[in-house]
């Protein structure tokens, strides 16, 4: 039996089928774009004389609260930490904190959360999208401290607090757009009638990027758009570049025309977009200059 007839015999079942396959890889979409940003909190084990040592790192934090870096309980008592820090794109010199045990909290995307461990807590930035640099040395009394992340620095940058309301419509609103991208597109490929889901598609895309993304913006970095004309902030330009497309298919697409073809491309870029991780190039202050880039400072 063809895809095409089992549709016709069970319009229902394929239907249901199709938005879960739909619902499924936008999750999987969702996740690897959420985990690969570099707002991500940074985790991972480093080897030490004395056994492993698991580390977590904010990468991210709202103005007014300190930044959570961390080696997590249970931290081998020989073992001391060492954070060496300064403004990104500032000219402060190197400072220097020693971790202590205790109890660090943390939040993100308005959940808030705590560890217990060795760590250390840097003041917290005040401009939005000011950034921090640092190393994070771990001594184990066996040689020379060892950064975790070797030559490279670590970066994390700051926000002002966006409303929980308009952050989780805004992410809801987006998970629905990439949902009935997927759907569009797998309905496409069994033949079916995709026209409508095609407008729902552009509709959703329209309130999650161009809507409500420019309302947590707004909150967090005081600008509304960074993207082009006005900027080069990743995030702005790939759901312009992505919107484009979807409207190149409705325009194939319009009255009795069919083209399917175009439906896959602006999927293809659909999911190019979404493996680029979210935030990289994005809204950042220079304190050299007084000035930002996709950001009021």
């Known amino acids: 039996m063809s895809i095409a007839e089992f549709r016709n015999r069970s319009p229902v079942v394929t239907s249901a089928l ?12 969702f996740s690897w774009q ?3 940003g570099p707002t991500y909190p940074l985790e991972g084990d480093l080897e030490t004389a004395h056994g492993t040592v698991h580390f977590k790192i904010l990468r991210s934090e709202t103005i007014g609260s300190d930044l959570a870096v961390m080696l997590l309980d249970p931290v081998p008592v020989p073992v001391s930490g060492t954070v060496q820090y300064r403004r990104f794109k500032s000219d402060d010199e190197w400072s220097s904190m020693s971790m202590e045990r205790g109890e660090f909290h943390h939040s993100r995307r308005g959940r808030k959360g705590s560890d217990r461990g060795l760590g250390a807590m840097l003041p917290s930035l005040q401009v939005r999208a000011g950034k921090y640099e640092f190393f994070v040395f771990v001594d184990d ?5 060892v950064s975790i992340t070797g030559s490279d620095p670590i970066y994390a940058r700051y926000k002002a607090d966006v409303p929980r309301i308009p952050l989780m419509v805004h992410i809801l609103v987006v998970f629905a757009s990439m949902t009935l991208a997927l759907r569009t597109i797998l309905e496409a490929a069994v033949g079916g009638s995709f026209k409508k889901l095609l407008w729902w598609t552009i509709g959703s895309l329209l309130l999650g990027a161009f809507v409500l993304g420019p309302v947590v913006q707004w909150y967090a970095f005081g600008v509304l758009w960074a993207g082009i004309p006005f900027g080069y902030d990743w995030t702005d330009n790939k759901v312009l570049l992505e919107l484009a497309f979807w409207l190149l298919a409705a325009f194939l697409n319009r009255g009795d025309r069919r083209n399917r073809k175009v439906v896959y491309l602006a999927g293809l870029v659909t999911l190019i977009v979404y493996f680029i991780p979210h935030s990289v190039f994005g809204s950042e202050y220079n304190y050299l200059t007084g000035t930002g880039q996709g950001t009021a400072g």
């Open 18 to 29: 199709l938005w879960t396959i739909a619902i499924i890889f936008t999750v999987a979409c």
């Open 141 to 145: 009394g066996q040689g020379e401290a």
């Open 34 to 36: 959420d985990r690969t």
